[in-house]
């Protein structure tokens, strides 16, 4: 039986090894059409994998590999077998370059160039190249580059690679907007803009040795940006249909994968959890997740969870719920009850254009944690989580936003209901409800625990036998003489009973002597506060002991 490949990225390692291998090789006859083509979809989609195989089809040093792609779709299709190993190539991935600052990202970049031109030594030295050219290629080897020499390498070593093999070279730029999303996030993004739109100029549209470009990334970044004059250039986003299914498993693809390992009795569980993208018309699933749930049903583990939480790119989804302002916390709550919301979309975006809240929901989009429901006109769309696992993604997401807030009001709060101000107190609880989202259920036993969330900084007791029965919350004090508070909790039909309700709970305190017992115990400064809940509202209420 065939193993599953989870995190492999080398189409040589795949195919030797015997892994389980979903076949793309179509992707192939795809970037014929055009000089330079884009392929935009979301991250663990195997953007890496298929580049990897189109290094392993195209590149004249790898003829002994040729057999990698027996049996495959592509071989049936002559004219592009013709192509097959007959080019030299350059393969880079900047899927790494995330440095913090603009000198640490052309360190990384020129670490790569040099790993590249480890692998093509026979430039170096070879009369076949112009002495200008190695005299380039030599300076890229040292410990220190200036920036136009290294914003120029890629096109060094194409022309270098041409004069040598006497042919035209294909360039593959792996996830390219990395460098990019990195620069926006640490604040240096027009440089890294600027380095990026020099190195794609000079490699991309001034380069008579270019036979092919073919980058991957998650965002069509504007294409006055950084492809400013680029001619013949096509992107294939999750909204064209060329390509669609060359990137994630179909349902067909999943549904074979499940019968190969007699796992079809989980095949809806795989659906909900992470099918519901759609590129064009075609219905994809998340590879990652479906390999990773596959592996962890060989080992007996039957339910789905959510794998991409664990992968980085989460980060911004949490810093967009950070910043939001209410019409976005809105449309999450609607998202996270598996409602629908209208937006506009952008096919291009510059990452500085993600500071306006308009342009999120494309981002998201792209990105995969949003999908299209239906097109309603030109650039307007109807929108929805495509499955469980983002859905989970945002909860979880939200939640840690949400604690984050409580625990900036949590010592206010506390100090309210310390000094017997429960006007105050409200407004500081009233103000977190706010926070919350529809999504949550508005039980007793949610609000009480949203309540001991609020008072996680003091010694609080749950729900303990007291009197003549059990109170809901106790914040108990260090010291005899300091004070403290008994909380009990009821929930309003209603906005009009709030205040009803709040005083039949502190009536309830009263009654069944819930105070009585820290007296016995020495306490001094006790209080009593019935709160009521409704949806996002509350009422306190404080216990008159006279």
Known sequence: MKQIAIGIENFKEVIDHDYFYIDKSELISTIFSDK?????RPRRFGKTLNMSMLYYFFSIKQKENAYLFNGLHIEKNTDIMEHQNQYPVIFITLKDMKQRNMNLQKQKFL?????????CEELLTSEKVHPVYRNYLEKLLKDHVDDITLQNSLYYISVALKQFYEKNVIILIDEYDVPLHSAYQNGYYDEMSSFMGDLFSTALKTNDALEKGVLTGCLRIAKESIFTGLNNFHVYSIMDRAAQDCFGFTKDEVYNLLSYYDFTSYHDKMKEWY????????????????LNYIKDLQYGVDEPKSYWINSSGNAIIYDFILHANQELRDDID??????????????????REMDDIKNIYSFLLFTGYLKIVRKINENEYELMIPNKEIKYIYETMFKEWLDTK?????????????????????????????????????????????????????????????????????????????????????????????????????????????????????????????????????????????
């Open 275 to 290: 099918d519901g993208y759609l590129f064009c018309d075609q219905e994809i699933y998340n590879p990652w997740s479906v």
């Open 36 to 40: 330079v083509s884009l392929f935009t």
């Open 111 to 119: 670490s790569l160039i040099q790993m590249l031109l480890v692998q």
């Open 406 to 546: 409580i625990q900036e009001i949590s010592s206010p709060f506390m100090k309210a209901l310390c000094r017997g101000d429960e006007v105050t107190a409200r407004k500081i609880l009233n103000e977190a409800l706010a926070y919350t989202i529809s999504y949550f259920d508005y039980h007793e036993n949610y609000y009480h625990g949203f309540l001991a969330g609020m008072l996680r900084e003091g010694r609080i007791k749950s729900n303990r036998e007291s009197g003549n029965g059990r109170y809901d919350l106790a914040y108990i004090p260090l010291d005899f003489d300091d004070p403290g508070f008994v909380i009990e909790c009821k929930i309003a039909d209603s906005l009009q009973n709030l205040k009803e309700k709040s005083q039949e709970a502190c009536q309830q305190i009263f009654d069944r002597k819930y105070l009585e017992e820290f007296e016995h115990d020495g306490y001094t400064q006790m209080k009593g506060y019935g709160i009521a809940f409704y949806h996002k509202m509350c009422y306190i209420s404080k216990v008159d002991r006279m």
């Open 334 to 351: 609607n998202l996270i009850q598996e409602k629908t919301i209208k937006k506009t979309i952008k096919p291009e975006l510059t990452y």
